[in-house]
């Protein structure tokens, strides 16, 4: 069973992926800083060859994880096991901003989450 935690930043996640939020991205909350980008969708054609390249490395790895735990492939981690793909990423801690084409996010370092629109330094 998801946790509630899982479930809200999964759905805040997936919204961004409609059309009358595609130009809004995801902000979480971590321990480390603020880490921004935009939810990875396995289907988007425009994801970039290493985003398209990492996702399906990081789908595989789940699913070789699934298998090997005898968990159902359509069954979701329990609680707030598992990870969230962000691409076109930012990470600012302090004065310091990072960028990263793709990121795996765990679920259980992320302390809150927003959306937000066009995000500058």
């Known amino acids: 069973m998801n946790s509630l935690k899982k479930e809200l930043i999964t759905c805040f996640g997936v919204s961004?992926?409609?059309?009358?939020?595609?130009?809004?991205?995801l902000v979480l909350l971590t321990s480390v800083g603020l880490i921004i980008g935009t939810f990875v969708s396995h289907d988007d054609e425009?994801?970039?060859?290493?985003?398209?390249?990492?996702?399906?490395?990081?789908?595989?790895?789940?699913?070789?994880?699934?298998?090997?735990?005898n968990i159902d492939s359509k069954t979701p981690l329990d609680g707030n096991d598992g990870f969230l793909s962000l691409k076109?990423?930012?990470?600012?801690?302090?004065n310091n901003t990072l960028n990263f084409s793709f990121i795996n996010?765990?679920?259980?370092?992320?302390?809150?989450?927003?959306i937000a629109g066009s995000v500058t330094d």
């Open 105 to 114: 996010i765990f679920f259980d370092q992320i302390i809150g989450v927003t």
């Open 16 to 25: 961004t992926t409609m059309d009358s939020l595609k130009n809004n991205r």
């Open 46 to 69: 425009t994801n970039s060859e290493p985003v398209k390249f990492l996702d399906q490395i990081s789908t595989d790895i789940a699913c070789n994880y699934k298998q090997q735990n």
């Open 88 to 94: 076109d990423v930012q990470i600012k801690s302090g």
